[in-house]
């Protein structure tokens, strides 16, 4: 099946700085990507959609400033917390349709981020 | 408003306990259901894609159901490893490829 790559897994860092996580798609192309974050014990809340070569789509109540979303090739997407804080630590997942139009979509292994 | 509604929220069953999942759903214009299976901190895993009421898929314990208000996913005689939360999510119509999750089922099955 598809494969969606997810890096890194685990990250910690201080109050203020920005962290970088890389979604890459491995065996197929997506003209879409999708973020999720979810906090523990609850479901996946979409925050946006990221389209190559264009701008990604933000859910309401979602700071695009915040979290900044860059699709610059068909098999890579990126998240940017910008100026992160405690409160943004999650479980940061994303995803991509590896089928027909409406067709499965497939997660990466998600990745941890704890801000101190 | 699109929504997903999954029960119970938690599920202990014993080795071989044959039990069902519900997911039930109020989306316009539904284009799929998905049934996705996720262990403590990793991202969901894929099991099924249910298009049409009526239709059924099966994979090795599992089996996903679907009418025009809900989906079952019945767990026949579950073993411990079948232990995980498991996830509905539903994409409405509109063009648009986003998928409404619900909160999930937390499965414990025990020896």
């Known amino acids: 099946g598809a494969v969606v790559s997810q890096h890194p897994s685990r990250v910690i860092c201080k109050s203020g700085t920005s962290v970088k996580i890389e979604c890459r798609s491995l065996?197929?192309?997506?003209?879409?990507m999708f973020w999720y974050r979810q906090f523990p014990k609850q479901s996946l809340m979409l925050m946006a959609t990221?389209?190559?070569?264009?701008?990604?789509?933000?859910e309401q109540g979602v700071e695009k400033d915040k979290f900044l979303i860059n699709h610059a090739s068909l098999t890579l997407s990126t998240l940017t917390v910008t100026s992160a804080h405690p409160e943004d630590s999650s479980f940061y997942i994303c995803?991509?349709?590896?089928?027909?139009?409406?067709?499965?979509?497939?997660f990466g292994e998600g990745s941890r981020l704890t801000v101190l | 408003e699109d929504q997903v509604t999954q029960s119970p929220e938690a599920l202990r069953l014993q080795e071989g306990e044959s039990s069902s999942l519900n997911c039930s759903y109020t989306?316009?214009?539904?284009?799929?259901l998905f049934w996705y299976r996720q262990d403590p901190g990793k991202g969901p895993e894929f099991l099924f894609t249910?298009?049409?009421a009526g239709e059924e898929k099966e994979k090795e314990r599992l089996k996903a159901t679907l009418t025009k208000k809900e989906s079952f996913l019945h767990i026949t005689a579950p073993k411990p490893e079948d232990s995980a939360t498991y996830l509905c999510a539903v994409q409405a119509g509109g063009g648009y490829n986003k998928l409404i999750f619900g909160a999930g089922t937390r499965l414990a099955v025990h020896p």
């Open positions: 990221s389209n190559e070569g264009s701008k990604a789509t933000y």
């Open positions: 995803s991509a349709r590896g089928g027909r139009a409406t067709g499965e979509l497939f």
């Open positions: 249910l298009y049409s």
């Open positions: 065996d197929f192309q997506a003209t879409t």
């Open positions: 989306v316009s214009g539904l284009r799929g």
